[in-house]
């Protein structure tokens, strides 16, 4: 309540940016788009929705801001690439840091297309940019690019409700032994298999799998440009 006195009197003001960055930390706390409505985000900020709907016309202009906020800021390192290997790796794990730090982006990407100038060149040009400037031809980057941002997307949905493919706490490491248990210990009649490779199943969500797929299309790559420089 105080929050909201506080944007009332006008100490804070309301801006296109904070609203966004608020929409964000409710969508990425429920990991669920259809739970932020106008209401619930004009109570989040203490104002009224007339209010909202003064800087963004509907919830879509909302939802197309989220996606600008997120695609246009994705963080690539400023120093250039040693080579395609490099520059596919540094994508790869660029595009899963965004989905992490933003989960709602997933359901974004899952059900609208995002044209927007911002969004474009952060999350798009970008990163074709770095591969082409590494040495990979345009149409092979692009669908370099193409493979990349989708293994993220499913990569991040798929660990994002299993927090012990990511032990890096105490906690997690205890969900990832529990989990390692209740594999182990499913009828061995019915699950052999998943029984007798119960550590190695519990491990399907960490980073060490998404290394181990990234790296696998990275040689796919470097063999297939290779054999087209060989042609050529």
Avoid at 77 to 102: K, N, Q, S, V
Avoid at 146 to 162: K, M
Avoid at 171 to 185: K, L, M, P, S, V
């Amino acid at each position: 309540m105080a929050r909201q006195r506080q944007s009332r009197r006008g100490d804070t003001p309301l801006s296109p940016e904070r609203i966004i960055e608020a929409a964000l930390r409710i969508s990425d706390a429920d990991g669920d788009l259809d739970r932020l409505t106008v209401r619930r985000l004009a109570t989040e900020l203490g104002v009224g929705t007339m209010t909202l709907y003064s800087h963004f016309r509907s919830k879509d202009e909302i939802l197309d801001g989220m996606a600008d906020h997120v695609l246009g800021r994705m963080r690539l390192p400023a120093e250039p690439d040693d080579g395609p290997a490099e520059a596919l790796r540094t994508a790869g794990h660029a595009f899963l840091a965004m989905m992490r730090e933003h989960p709602s982006v997933m359901r974004l990407f899952a059900t609208r297309i995002t044209d927007s100038p911002t969004a474009l060149r952060g999350a798009m040009e970008a990163v074709l940019r770095r591969l082409v400037d590494a040495g990979i031809p345009g149409p092979v980057a692009v669908r370099c690019y193409g493979f990349l941002i989708t293994y993220a997307i499913g990569f991040a949905s798929y660990q994002t409700p299993r927090p012990w493919g990511r032990a890096t706490t105490e906690d997690g490491t205890e969900q990832r032994r529990r989990r390692r248990h209740f594999y182990a210990a499913l009828p061995i009649e019915k699950f052999p298999l998943v029984v007798d490779l119960a550590a190695e199943v519990t491990e399907l969500p960490s980073d060490a799998q998404f290394d181990a797929g990234l790296e696998a299309y990275i040689d796919s790559t470097l063999r297939a440009l290779a054999q087209d420089a060989a042609r050529a």
